[in-house]
């Protein structure tokens, strides 16, 4: 299983992803993680386990973030790993979500 | 003095050009009102006149052309939509101001009449009075386009890259990220914004789809080409606009500028030599021009218009470029060349032409009976070199018809007006050419013939839907060449002719018996008849029942025939054939006993000999059976000179010739074969000689007569009696 439900109550979920988003993971992470999305208030997404995200991935990313402010859900994503810093600095999207980045030690020795 | 009046001819001259083209221009603007090419000449007609009016202290002109300029310079700009009540406003103030310029010039110092200063004055107002509509700024593309992420965009020193994957670009393989991060490696983003503008919600999002949009503000040297090639692999599957900084519109501006006036350049050449966009959006915009041109039937908007919606290169560059293709083109007009000749000094340069014709024959003549052979090939060379000197001469003279064609978009525009019809003009083969002479004579005739189609042919709008037709009529202008000839052809799907009515009339009037036994062609060719009109109230316009048989008269007099074809309730077909000048003829000699006679060899179908053995030959009615077609005969021996010398029978030849649809066989003694044959009119003694219709001298110096073939078929046939007893016989 590649999203691990790390946390279930009170309509709060918190899911890790553990595996690539990609072009070849989209589909069915978008299905699994849009149904959480509509059964949750709050829902917390942990990125630290996402090795590499491509444009499809980031797609989702921004359809989950657009689906649920449409159904008054706070989503956040947080643990970004360094694939998904990357992609967010590119665009300059970090803004957009909105979410505290944590800014780890040997990111800025990098 | 008389410089003063050249000048004002030149002036007359050049008014007389500018209002025509203007006219068209006009005309043209109905139909595509965006054209801002069509707007500006109408705008430089009007400028033009104005400033030569000024020149010559024309007041009057110069007040109203004054008016008519600045209406259309508002049109230029846009602040004016062209619609068409302006366009008629302006086609009446094209008319006026002919008349303000013809009073000028034949009444100087004249007070302007009453009439014009009212005309003027209403015009005036009808002008400057329309409403005034300002254009749209086309922003609502970038509007659209700020959203979800947030931020605008500083564009300034930085280009505009708007990339908008489509929704396989994920399938294909492509990873828009990828070259984002390539394009990196050119140049610094300056920012960027995400879009996912066509992302459905919930459960009809595809995740393998990509809706992803970018707009990104890109600071780099690099060339627009350079940055365009970043996305060359993601062309297929990704609309790429790229618009350059505004930095560097100045630089564009300044390459534009530069460029060379040699010739007229287009639009999107011009702004890819200079950078500003490459291969790649021209293409992309032509594509767009051309499906928004199928889409809707309409003119596609200008190139321009369209390359800056799409955001690849800025509208003052565009201007720029239009600007400059403007002035390339005014002044290669301006320096084309041109030189304003007499048509006398042509006309006498063509008689020179002919005289030298005639004498290289005769010196042919003079070296083939010497038999010097060495002078034999210079004669041959001289000859080859004369003939093209005919032919370039004759081509001076040569204009194309085209222009006299448009001519008529006003009348059937004006006329159809008048009747409460819609009629569209379509012309073709207005390239045609032929002698400038004959292009001024058949204007007449083709004016009648036009407006006889648009008042008797087209019905009314009512009539022809009730029929099954299309509301609108169409009235077919056509020309082409056809061997040494020209053929005009002005077709209406109207009516068509109804022959009851015409029989009836023609009897009525006399011009036949009720036991006429004539055929269709021959029941048509009546309408040709003096004083025959089926229209049963004359209109202003036609139906007086004089007018066909001038058209006919006029048309003969150039040397032309006219036919029509017609099948009722379908249209109308009037078919003119000219002779494509007047002054040289390639022809075909034949001699009697005593003269000889040139027949145009255009007109000339076949040579066969005149014996019992070939055809069937009936000496009483004057035909011959030729191969079961009756062919009437003239023996031109007897039809001219009533030749006596009833000695032996010598052999005969029989050429037949055609006219239009009719052919009649002539008789002759000899056949001499081909000749240039330079027309000397006759002088007004013979102008009632039946059957002749000018005179060549050759070059033994003898005399040979032209002949009329028109007439001497309709005197050939008039000579045998019906085609109804041969068949019996």
């Given at each position: 299983m590649s999203i691990e439900v790390k946390q279930d109550k009170k309509g709060s979920i918190r899911l890790a992803i553990q595996d690539e988003m990609t072009i070849y993971t989209a589909l069915q992470q978008k299905k699994l993680l849009f149904s959480h999305l509509i059964s949750a208030k709050t829902l917390q997404i942990d990125l630290a386990g996402v090795s590499e995200i491509d444009s499809a991935g980031l797609q989702l990313l921004l359809f989950l973030k657009r689906e649920a402010g449409h159904h008054n859900i706070k989503l956040s994503l947080i643990q970004h790993s360094q694939a998904v810093l990357d992609v967010m600095e590119l665009l300059n999207l970090s803004k957009y979500f909105g979410d505290p980045i944590v800014i780890s030690a040997d990111r800025k020795s990098s | 003095m008389s410089e003063f009046d050249a000048a004002l001819t030149t002036f007359a001259q050049e008014s007389e050009e500018l209002l025509i083209s203007m006219e068209d221009a006009l005309l043209s603007l109905e139909s595509s009102p965006d054209d801002s090419e069509t707007i500006n000449s109408v705008f430089r007609a009007m400028h033009t006149i104005k400033g030569s009016s000024g020149l010559f202290g024309f007041n009057a002109i110069v007040a109203f052309t004054h008016e008519a300029e600045s209406v259309l310079d508002k049109v230029r700009n846009g602040e004016r939509a062209i619609d068409a009540e302006l366009i008629s406003v302006l086609l009446d103030s094209k008319d006026l101001t002919a008349r303000l310029i013809e009073h000028c010039l034949t009444q100087?110092?004249?007070?302007?009449p009453p009439e014009l200063e009212a005309a003027s004055a209403r015009l005036i107002k009808q002008l400057s009075g329309s409403k005034e509509t300002g254009i749209q700024a086309s922003e609502a593309e970038t509007s659209k386009l700020?959203?979800?992420?947030g931020g605008d965009i500083s564009v300034d020193g930085s280009w505009l890259i708007s990339l908008k994957f489509q929704s396989d670009a994920l399938r294909n393989g492509m990873d828009p990220l990828s070259f984002i991060r390539y394009l990196q490696t050119l140049g610094e983003i300056k920012e960027i914004i995400t879009l996912i503008p066509g992302m459905p919600d919930g459960d009809e999002m595809d995740p393998e789809s990509c809706y992803l949009h970018f707009k990104i503000a890109f600071q780099s040297d690099a060339s627009k080409q350079n940055i365009e090639s970043v996305f060359e692999f993601a062309s297929d599957d990704c609309d790429i606009n790229i618009l350059p900084p505004n930095s560097k519109v100045e630089e564009y501006l300044n390459l534009l500028d530069a460029q060379d006036e040699s010739h007229v350049k287009r639009i999107g050449e011009m702004l890819v030599q200079v950078g500003a966009l490459t291969q790649n959006d021209v293409n992309r915009a032509l594509q767009k021009q051309n499906e928004s041109r199928e889409s809707d039937d309409q003119p596609g908007k200008p190139l321009g218009k369209i390359l800056v919606e799409q955001h690849v290169v800025q509208e003052p560059v565009v201007e720029q470029a239009l600007k400059k293709q403007e002035q390339t083109k005014q002044k290669l007009a301006a320096e084309a060349n041109y030189i304003r000749v007499d048509a006398t000094k042509l006309g006498q340069l063509i008689n020179l032409v002919g005289e030298l014709v005639i004498s290289s024959a005769a010196m042919n003549l003079i070296v083939e009976r010497h038999g010097l052979a060495d002078a034999g090939d210079v004669a041959a060379s001289m000859n080859t070199l004369v003939s093209s000197i005919r032919d370039t001469a004759l081509e001076l003279r040569m204009v194309q018809i085209g222009e006299t064609f448009s001519r008529f978009r006003r009348v059937v525009r004006d006329v159809s007006n008048e009747l409460g019809k819609t009629i569209e003009l379509q012309i073709s083969g207005g390239e045609t050419e032929l002698d400038k002479t004959v292009v001024e004579k058949i204007n007449d005739p083709l004016m009648h013939l036009i407006r006889n189609s648009l008042d008797h042919g087209i019905e009314s709008p009512e009539q022809r839907l009730a029929v099954g037709k299309p509301a609108e009529g169409i009235v077919q202008l056509n020309a082409y060449h056809e061997s040494g000839h020209i053929v005009i052809q002005i077709a209406d799907?109207?009516?068509?002719?109804?022959c009851e009515k015409i029989v009836a009339k023609a009897i009525a009037n006399g011009l036949i018996k009720p036991d006429h036994g004539l055929s269709q062609q021959e029941i048509f060719d009546l309408i040709f008849a003096a004083g025959l009109s089926t229209k049963e109230a004359a209109t202003n316009l036609s139906?007086?029942?004089?007018g066909m048989d001038v058209v006919k008269k006029n048309i003969e007099a150039l040397r032309g025939t006219v036919g029509i074809d017609s099948e009722e309730g379908q249209g109308t077909t009037i078919t003119i054939n000219l002779p494509l000048t007047l002054a040289i003829i390639d022809g075909f000699m034949v001699g009697t006993e005593m003269d000889r006679y040139i027949i145009p060899l255009s007109m000339v179908d076949e040579c066969i000999e005149m014996d019992p053995n070939e055809c069937e030959i009936d000496e009483v009615q004057h035909y011959i059976n030729l191969r079961g077609q009756v062919l009437p005969y003239l023996r031109l021996g007897d039809y001219f000179n009533s030749r006596k010398s009833d000695t032996v029978k010598r052999r005969e030849s029989v050429v037949v010739v055609k006219s239009g649809q009719n052919k009649a066989g002539f008789v002759v003694d000899e056949l001499h074969g081909e000749h240039q044959t330079v027309i000397k009119p006759m002088g007004k003694v013979f102008e009632n000689l039946k059957g002749i219709t000018g005179a060549t001298v050759l070059g033994d110096g003898n005399v040979a007569l032209i002949l009329d073939v028109q007439g001497l078929i309709q005197a050939a046939i008039k000579n045998r009696t019906r085609p109804a007893n041969f068949l019996k016989a």
């Open positions: - | 100087k110092d004249a007070p302007l700020e959203s979800e992420g799907d109207g009516a068509g002719l109804n139906g007086r029942g004089v």
